[in-house]
Structure formats: structure tokens, C-alpha cells
């Protein structure tokens, strides 16, 4: 179409040009003025297609095509963002401790220079979403805080947005008094504060309590399988135990009354920070995370 426009434009401002103009002055002008109008014409209809085909929504979606690096792409959280991610036709780059299934190696606890290894990972990126974390382990303050060094690494390569995995305030809370936690809250709270320094208006922190999923139990770090884990949201998602937790005093019972979150769910939130979706910056209950997830 917009080929088109310019030959005929092209071809009728030859036209005007190539008939010998009539000698009568008002007759010269009058016909010099209807020629200048066409070609006026034409072009503006040129300058119209020309615009209507770059901001087109196929030319807008091809200049925004996301691009996403998961850290920790095998995870409980990871492997779902992954496998979400693919099936909606999304680039993914995705990380793991050994370079399994398709992924590239980085592990931080033994990485010389986080930021180094993400700027390079992250090149031509849209988001990063970590879901790397560890406790229990000797290494809890490194790893946990290694994604913070990521978000520096991020953002030297020019990557938009940063979402990360973290814990609840109440857990965060609770832990002050619990040496073996001390490593982990450590490394978590230093990710969090690197995170929204580099990424100040385009962060996204998931903090839920506890996140259920697979089909086994776990210890480090602490897991419930699916069906135990779903049977425990549905009781403690009720509005009536709902209402309760919302009065109730931080602490133990506070968590125990936290709804957990399925992997799936904490994926989906996950993925909605990394596509801009999600209105909130920091999912730090239940129904923050449920209404993120929802947004995709």
C-alpha cells in the first residue's frame, strides 16, 4: 500500500509538470495551485500510512518483545516460571547450580563475580526473576544475597524490570530471635535493599510465608507436597480464618494463620513483575500474591 501511494505520487507530480502550462496568468496559477494540492495530498496520505504502519501493534509488540533471565531455573518456583514463560511464547534464559536440562551453570556460592556473570547472562533481557535462596547451609548469607549483586549486574545491561523470591515480614520478623536463621535474613534483607536501589520504580518483591508444591516433603528448604499444601490453603483461605488472621498479633500464630502459597501461584506472580503486570511492588501476603497471579 504505501508503495503504491509514493509511484502515483511521484507519477502525478510528473504529470503536472510535463503539460505545457496555459499563457493566461490566472489560468497558469490556477493550475499551478491544483497541482501543488495533489502532490500536497498525496504526500500527506504517504506521511499517514508511513506513521499508521510504525506504531501498528505488531510493530509496537516487535519492539517490546520481553526477554527473561530466571536465576534458579530449576527450582521448586523456577522450573514453573520456566515452563510458564515458554507456553506463552516468551524468551527465556534460565540459570542452575550444575547446567542441567538446558540451562546455563552459575552458582553463587561459588561464583568470583556475581555481577559480572549477570551483566553477561542478562544481555538483551527485559527482566530478571530470581528465585535463588537457601537455608540451613553454611552458605546462607552468600546465596541469599548474591541477588543482589545480581540486580547490579542487571541493571549494568540495561534490564528493565527485577523480581525476586524473599520471605514475609512476619517470618522476617519472627527470626530476629532465632540464631540459625540469622545467616539467611542477612543475605535476604541485603537482596531486598540492593534490588529496589537499582531498580527503584520497577522492583517487585514476592514475600509469602510458606510455598507448597511437588509431590514430597522437604527440610531445606522447607517444603509440603501439593496435595497437603492445597488442603491447608483451602482451610485457611476461608473468609472466616481470613478475617481471623487479619487481627490477629504478629508472631507465630500470625504465620500459622498465613495461608501458603502454590508454586504455581508464586510463578505466575512472578512472572506478572517481570512483564510489568502486577500493580503492587511488594506481594507480602496471600492476597497480594493471589491478585498478581491473577493478573496475567
Sequence with gaps: MLSFLLVAAS??????????PPTDPVARQSTQLAADNRRAFLASIATATVAATAFSPGAAFAAQQDKVLVLGGTGLVGSRVVTKLQSMGIDVIATSRDGRDGTRKLDFASSSN????IAELAKGCTAVISTVGVIGTDQDATVNAASGLAAGGAKEAGVQRFVYISVAPEVRELA??????QNYMTGKSFAEESIQTYFPSSFTLIEPTFIYGGNKFGVSPPRVASGYGKLIEGLLSSAPLRAVTSVAPAGIIKIGLEPPVAAETVANAAIAGALGKATLSTLDTYDKIQEAAKSL
Design 11 to 20: 507519477f502525478l507530480s510528473q504529470q503536472t509538470t510535463a503539460f505545457a
Design 114 to 117: 556475581v555481577a559480572s556473570d
Design 176 to 181: 530476629k530471635g532465632v540464631s540459625f536463621l
